[in-house]
């Protein structure tokens, strides 16, 4: 969710629905906002909206527009000088240069600014003597980055999760198999570097990687060929079209140069935003010159909880979801080897063929015959599915009267129908189509849109009518008020006379 869509979301009951980026929409600090609407069950659309494609919060980035507001120029202008603050003191080929005399320095004079994170020269020093900071910076601690900057661990803007050195070689090791060379990293900066440090230390290495994240301090460890400062919501380059460029140039291929694109988004973000940028840099890949990838769909690994599973499968149906439990170094619970409810959710969405990709048999993981994929240890093939039906890495029961398999925490419900936890809240109404109540299908594919949006314009003309009736009646009660009162004291001041000149 966005930052001014959660303000919205607090005033009376309904939801949110996300229309996406549209042509021309306003800009924050974090590129163009998103359209949103609120949502009412049963009753019409709410108002529309622009809020940050990138934070939750509107603590985090206070930007909100309506869709249909009048901005003055005096607030556009403000506005941009507000989003012109808001952007990195450096660009990215001033990092590039200044990293040049980095490394030029002898081990005695480099320094990492915590506070600021930022590599120092020598005469930015004295800005930052009251700053704590790290000296005698290596060239491996240059390599890699991710361990020398503070992770943004902030949960509803960047949730910036670090893979664990088990899962990033797993990775690279997967991609190199599959006889990728070319990695477009979204958003996995660890994966990035390790590619960018074992090309720097192995001769043979062939694999390439680009680097698009939103975290612009990057771009003081890596060339415009090897990162892009980019919004994965709202498919934003911030560098323009060079950056755009560059991307596209990565992306095409030459020979048996293949490429894969790799994401790890905040979980908090939303699926469909995420989904929409995806399906873009797709795009690019299918459109670029070589004539073969007209009819393929762009390799690709997304990272994501388990538990978006039906979402995920709803933008990119060829997607299937792998066993493999992705762990990260700096989240108190996604780590591996953990048992029971405490392992990671997180898993490998991919639209490559299951049987290709080959899971660690030291850990557990076995191929199904059945099935044609590798699975989890506690994944058992079900004979009444046909398929491996776990999804937690438990094993899961079959219950008859739901005719699938669920969690072995879950038991059938008579009342509701359906197996749910034990201490679960029972009859539970679902909660159906935000537009017309019903069950089955949801706002965006309602048969009802386009008549309530017709109603709706209807409705807009009457309430204006209604609206202008009810103001000059307004006007006119007021104008009969004030001349009552003005006759009141005229006749008030006359009885007055008229005694005083009685009694003289």
């Known amino acids: 969710m966005a930052a001014g869509a959660e303000g919205a979301a607090g005033a009376g009951s309904g939801g949110l629905a996300l229309l996406g980026a549209v042509p021309g929409a306003p800009c924050c600090p974090h590129g163009p906002a ?156 660890r994966l990035h570097e390790m590619i960018q440090s074992k090309a720097l230390q192995e001769e ?52 048996d ?54 979402r995920i499968l709803e933008f990119f149906p060829s997607f299937s979801m792998m066993d493999y439990q992705v762990d990260y170094d700096n989240h108190a619970l996604y780590k591996h080897g953990k048992t029971g409810r405490r392992q990671s959710p997180v898993r490998i969405f991919t639209n490559l063929s299951p049987s290709v990709i080959v899971l660690p048999a030291e850990e557990g993981y076995r191929f199904c015959a059945i099935c044609q994929r590798y699975v989890s240890s506690g994944n058992h093939h079900c004979e009444i599915c046909n398929s491996c039906t776990s999804k937690d890495g438990r094993r899961w029961k079959h219950c008859v009267l739901c005719k699938k398999c669920v969690k072995p925490s879950w038991f059938h419900c008579n009342k509701c129908n359906c197996c749910a936890l034990e201490n679960h809240t029972c009859e539970k109404i679902d909660v159906g189509c935000f537009v017309c109540g019903k069950a089955g299908h949801k706002r965006s594919t309602c048969p009802s849109l386009s008549c309530t949006r017709t109603s709706r314009q209807a409705g807009k003309g009457r ?5 202008t009736l009810k103001t000059l009646k307004r006007a006119k009660v007021g104008v009969c008020n004030r001349w009552a009162m003005k006759h009141a004291v005229f006749s008030r001041r006359k009885m007055k006379k008229k005694k005083k000149d009685e009694t003289t």
């Open 257 to 310: 140069e293949r490429v894969i694109m790799v994401a790890d988004p905040p979980f908090g973000g939303l699926v469909e935003a995420l989904a929409s940028s995806f399906k873009k840099l797709m795009a690019t890949w299918k459109d670029t010159e070589k004539g073969g990838n007209k009819n393929q769909e762009m390799p690709m690994f997304w990272i994501f909880p388990y538990f978006f599973e039906s």
């Open 34 to 189: 998103l359209l949103f609407v609120k949502t009412s069950q049963g009753k019409e659309e709410g108002r529309r909206f622009y809020a940050c494609s990138a934070c939750r919060d509107r603590k985090d980035c206070k930007f909100f527009q309506w869709e249909d507001e009048k901005v003055s120029q005096t607030r556009l202008a403000a506005r941009e000088e507000y989003n012109r603050s808001h952007q990195p003191p450096c660009t990215h080929k001033q990092n590039v240069e200044r990293y040049k005399n980095f490394v030029l320095l002898p081990l005695s004079k480099r320094r990492f600014c915590q506070e600021c994170q930022q590599l120092l020269l020598p005469d930015e020093w004295e800005k930052h003597l009251s700053h704590q900071f790290l000296c005698d910076i290596s060239t491996a601690q240059l390599r890699s980055p991710s361990q020398l900057l503070y992770p943004l661990e902030n949960k509803k803007t960047n949730a910036q999760y670090l893979f664990a050195d088990r899962s990033c070689q797993f990775l690279l090791d997967l991609i190199i198999s599959l006889g990728f060379r070319r990695v477009l990293s979204v958003g996995t900066p």
């Open 463 to 467: 309430k204006q009518k209604q609206k």
């Open 204 to 255: 043979n290495f062939r694999v390439r990687s680009l680097l698009l994240d939103i975290d612009f301090r990057y771009s003081q460890f890596y060339t415009e060929d090897e990162f892009c400062h980019y919004n994965m919501f709202n498919h934003y380059f911030f560098g323009g079209e060079a950056a755009h460029e560059t991307c596209r140039k990565f992306l095409h291929e030459e020979k």
